[in-house]
């Protein structure tokens, strides 16, 4: 098995420590993923967020975490039975990771963390040979009680083997980046770089779904919301007038390759409100 890991990360042609490093927690997140089906975590939820998109879609920014929604709310769902297929997966692949449970019952996102110190010793690195036991770590988040209206689709992977994966749809996945957009209480640049990302596949936004999540939790709690496409790019103009694009373009640099670094030069209110005013949804059109 560690022979499908040595040739899937050779495949990388990583140029440096930060790409090397990426590549090994991308193969961890592909592993975990597979294990995470055979214990058939795909029936009860749906892989989301950042990762998503790159394993998925190939977008180009690294992401860290692994984040998923259930497709039905749960307030009594627990990691520890797909938790330990990660674990008996990983140890097939001859890894000998940690798969730990962070969540409590009480949360509405419960977490879950892969630590693991075994796989850079299973690789012919380059640039990682001065710490080859550093301890890999990848966040998973699940959503307990998601918002309503969310469409999922169902996709096939192959490695390390050949497996489906459950995952939101992209007008869904955009409508909860748009809602981390207005909503997140810190700056993450990531979320902006996401959004321009969505605008470039022309994806369109669910609203009935954006709507559910805005009323369940940030500001427009609890609220009434006309919401419509005008209500949206609005708000979004609102809150890139208010943001520290320098800082936001330093948060994504790290997650990029050195060819794309330099358009984050162009990050900017004025950059930013000229793809807010590309969104569109089906709604919209009407």
Known sequence: MIDLIQKKFASYGAANQMEEEHAIKEILQDIALY???RADFFEVAGFQGGTSLRILYRMTRFSEDLDFILKVPDPEFAWPVYLQGMLDCFEEFGLKS????????DQRVKKALIKDNSICNQ????????NPRQTQKIKLEIDVDPPAGSGFEYSYLDFPLDFEVCHQDL??????????LLCRQYLKGRDWYDFSWYIKQSVQVNLPHLHAALFQWGPWANQKIDLNIKWLKHELTRKAARIDWQTAATDVQRFLRPSEQHSLSLWSEKFFVHKIEKLNSEQGRK
Not at 171 to 180: C, E, G, Q, V, Y
């Open 123 to 130: 690789l012919n690195l380059s640039f990682f040979r001065d």
């Open 35 to 37: 294990g995470l089906w």
């Open 171 to 180: 007008s869904s996945n955009f409508s909860l980046k748009i809602h981390a």
């Open 98 to 105: 940690e798969v730990l449970n962070k969540s409590r019952m």
